[in-house]
């Protein structure tokens, strides 16, 4: 199912083209580091959830081998480099430029978020980034994650939605740790 065109998804189809042709030399080059030095696949591929729970394939640049992540993986996670495929699911409709984390239906199970007090974070397409990708660490309590997903789905706008776009972008700048040290404050000033 395709997204309905609204003025956020006109931003998301823009805003996704324009990050592509931005970040081409990028993705070409991860690609072939990742070819040279760690062999095909180049890219990954796993089912996750959408909205109303819907099942779609992510596209990542393939960051494991063999269960472990790689050295170049490593720091094309830092960077965030590794989720820049992902525009393409932005593109087909299967993700906005901002939403929750995308998570498997094992993930949802896993943390409980299939019982139905949760239905709100399956109303709004899962985001290449979001608060929880940049306010909370990696590993983060699952009760902060909802918590953060719950707030933005309540107050969605566009100016809420380049906030998290501005604050994701000093990711490929500073790497992920050193931007939630700066971005921390993020998780207090949402409204």
């Known amino acids: 199912m395709r997204a ?3 003025p956020t998804r006109v931003f998301d189809v823009v805003g996704a083209t324009a ?3 931005l970040a081409a ?5 991860a690609s072939l580091a990742i070819r040279l030095g760690d062999g095909a696949p180049v890219l990954f591929r796993q089912q996750r959830l959408g909205r109303g729970r819907r099942p779609f394939t992510i596209v990542k640049l393939r960051t494991m081998d063999a269960g472990r992540v790689t050295p170049l ?7 965030g480099v590794d989720e820049l ?3 393409y699911n932005v593109l087909r409709g299967d993700m906005a430029l901002v939403g929750p984390r995308p998570v498997t239906a094992a993930d949802v199970r896993r943390v409980g978020w299939d019982a139905p007090r949760f239905d709100a974070r399956w109303l709004v397409p899962p985001g290449l980034t979001g608060p929880a990708q940049i306010a909370a660490p990696r590993r983060c309590d699952v009760r902060l994650s909802w918590r953060l997903d719950a707030r933005y789905v309540r107050r969605r706008n566009l100016a809420l939605d380049l906030r998290v776009l501005a604050a994701s972008l000093l990711v490929p700048l500073l790497g992920k740790r050193h931007a939630r040290l700066v971005l921390r404050h993020l998780q207090r000033k949402l409204p």
Do not use: N, S
């Open 85 to 87: 495929p992902q525009l």
């Open 25 to 29: 030399p990028v993705l070409v080059a």
């Open 19 to 21: 990050a592509l042709t």
């Open 4 to 6: 309905r065109l609204t």
């Open 73 to 79: 993986g490593a720091v094309l996670r830092d960077l």
